[in-house]
């Protein structure tokens, strides 16, 4: 093999390492995308655990990687819905697929309002605390990078990030368990 090639499968390499530490840091929201088509957490964490499979063999995966969330997001969903005509099919029935990706009227009403209170939430936060926070969940900024800007320890920007965590699930009350459905509906609407 020559120099160019092995440079080649190297960068390779450390693309679909990337994609893997990625996947792990967005578990749960990528089982919250896939329970969205499926309906049940543990055939969304099938098709995760699929996902990551597909991260480690995969050839079409080459050196350059745009946006490892919109790949893996875009991944497992194919995937959940690849996995819901298989099971239609096996069981000799029909399924109703989802007609759009796109949420409908009434769950983008929903959203926005779970999204009202998510903002009003993050005002409540210290500015710093907020920008950081925002920075990890929605800028895809590592916490590492984080600590290094801030000048801070990372286990700092960890208990700065899991506090503003706690903060916004108190502030969203009955609202925080779709805390990730929001930041995730944030995200898609920006």
Do not use: Y
């Not at 990687?65 to 096996?90: F, Y």
């Not at 109703?96 to 936060?125: I, K, N, W, Y």
């Amino acid at each position: 093999m020559s120099e160019s090639a092995q440079n080649q499968a190297f960068a390779c390499a450390l693309t679909r390492q990337k994609l893997i530490a990625h996947l792990i840091e967005e578990r749960e929201l990528l089982i919250g995308d896939a329970m969205r088509i499926l309906g049940a957490r543990d055939r969304a964490e099938d098709v995760v655990q699929e996902a990551a499979l597909r991260c480690l063999d995969s050839r079409a995966i080459g050196p350059e990687l745009g946006s490892a969330r919109g790949l893996l997001r875009r991944m497992v969903r194919n995937l959940a819905l690849d996995q819901l005509r298989r099971s239609a099919r096996d069981s000799g029935g029909e399924t109703e697929e989802p007609a759009s990706p796109a949420p409908g009227p009434e769950q983008r009403c929903a959203d926005r309002e779970q999204l009202a209170v998510l903002m009003a939430g993050l005002q409540t936060l210290p500015l710093s605390h907020r920008r950081m926070f925002l920075d990890h969940r929605l800028g895809e900024c590592r916490q590492v990078d984080i600590a290094a800007r801030e000048g801070l320890s990372p286990a700092r920007i960890h208990a700065i990030i899991a506090k503003s965590h706690a903060r916004l699930l108190l502030a969203m009350g009955d609202h925080a368990d779709n805390l990730v459905h929001v930041t995730t509906a944030f995200s898609n609407l920006t």
